[in-house]
């Protein structure tokens, strides 16, 4: 089965300090995709910062870059210069295909405040 | 603005009654997810369309039923509704095949208060 834990239920930060939000997965798959989602007190959902796992380079976002393991099956946020928007849940997601097509994971979240 | 359009964006309705939340996706996009999100929870998968047919469920219970239309619209039904079915209600839809990247877009989501 796949899963995604994500190890810290909370987390909080100041403002324009960085801050590490981890992500652990296990798959069988070779071939998928990992995101993390951002849902500030809006609760929209929306996209952080998406890495494939064929890519060894870890991908960044401006302030947003992901540190991607793949051997160690991690996949840790980093967000630097922490703003007051950025606080929000965090959800890191595993997207592989089977034999019926796409398939999301998502971790339980990490709830990230950005204090003043 | 994802392009995924949910309504109605706010319920209000009482134990034992009925509800239907529509979804309309991203233009071209053929599969429909919804997903449930208690209070302060985390998102659970409920089912899954592509092209209306059902791909996949995940803890959808009995009292709830969704389907996918000719026109790749989506409703989710809830039906005898209870106290804990309190929640926002989510629907995504993503391009799926090559090229593809996988990325789910959600919409703002649906949220219903039973009282």
């Known amino acids: 089965a796949q899963t995604v834990t994500q190890s810290q239920p909370e987390m909080s930060v100041q403002e324009a300090e960085t801050v590490t939000l981890s992500c652990t997965y296990d798959?069988?798959?070779?071939?998928?995709?990992l995101f993390w989602y951002k849902q500030p007190p809006s609760r929209q959902m929306i996209l952080v910062i998406r890495?494939?796992?064929?890519?060894?380079q870890n991908a960044t976002e401006n302030r947003f870059s992901v540190n991607f393991q793949k051997a160690a099956k991690s996949f840790s946020l980093k967000i630097s210069d922490s703003q007051l928007g950025d606080t929000a849940m965090y959800f890191c997601?595993?997207?592989?295909?089977?034999?019926?097509?796409?398939?999301?994971?998502f971790g339980p979240g990490t709830r990230l405040s950005v204090l003043p | 603005d994802s392009g995924v359009t949910q309504t109605p964006k706010h319920l209000i309705t009482a134990t034992g009654q009925r509800v239907t939340l529509r979804c309309s996706p991203r233009?071209?996009?053929?599969?429909v997810y919804w997903y449930q999100q208690s209070l302060d929870q985390g998102l659970q998968f409920l089912i899954q369309?592509?092209?209306?047919?059902?791909?996949a469920k995940g803890n959808i219970l009995e009292r709830f039923s969704a389907q996918q239309f000719p026109d790749l619209h989506s409703e989710l039904n809830l039906s005898s509704l209870e106290l804990g079915d309190s929640a926002l209600y989510f629907c995504?839809?993503?391009?799926?095949?090559?090229?593809?990247?996988?990325?789910?877009?959600f919409g703002e989501g649906s949220r219903l208060t039973v009282l």
């Open positions: 995504a839809s993503s391009v799926e095949g090559p090229p593809g990247t996988g990325e789910l877009f």
């Open positions: 798959t069988s798959e070779n071939n998928y995709y």
């Open positions: 890495q494939e796992a064929y890519k060894q």
């Open positions: 997601a595993l997207v592989f295909r089977d034999n019926y097509g796409q398939n999301f994971v």
């Open positions: 233009s071209g996009d053929l599969s």
């Open positions: 369309y592509y092209n209306g047919e059902e791909r």
